[in-house]
């Protein structure tokens, strides 16, 4: 699966934004997908996974109440909704395929197959 995301930009704290990632491929509808981020200078930090169908998500504890992750399978797309963005949300946001139906254990963050170029995200007044 190839991925492009996109959306991302600058916002005041407090502000929203949504990053939409497209994908490509037959086994989108398969896979469970996922948000990555990365700040200057930090580790790749895993945000939110969503499994194939759309129904089971899980979040980090720093994004949990404030972002959303959706798909539509009819479009081949993946989103984050991100709600009272904080200057700490600032990074790279990627999109991420696992491959599988739901990543078990240490594979949530560890187990992406396919990686989409990010997107920046800066929060800052």
């Known amino acids: 699966v190839q991925l492009q995301a996109s959306g991302g930009g600058l916002v005041p704290p407090g502000g929203s934004l949504r990053l939409s990632c497209a994908a490509s491929?037959?086994?989108?509808?398969?896979?469970?997908m996922g948000w990555f981020r990365q700040a200057p200078g930090q580790e790749r930090e895993w945000v939110a996974t969503?499994?194939?169908?759309?129904?089971?998500?899980v979040y980090a504890d720093s994004v949990k109440g404030r972002f959303t992750i959706s798909r539509d399978n009819t479009k081949n797309a993946v989103y984050l909704q991100m709600n009272s963005l904080l200057p700490t949300d600032t990074a790279v946001y990627f999109c991420?395929?696992?491959?599988?139906?739901?990543?078990?254990?240490?594979?949530?963050?560890?187990?992406?197959?396919?990686w989409g170029k990010g997107t920046q995200v800066t929060v800052s007044s």
């Open positions: 991420a395929g696992y491959g599988a139906t739901w990543p078990r254990g240490d594979a949530l963050k560890n187990g992406v197959r396919d």
């Open positions: 491929g037959r086994t989108f509808s398969r896979s469970a």
């Open positions: 969503i499994n194939f169908s759309g129904i089971a998500t």
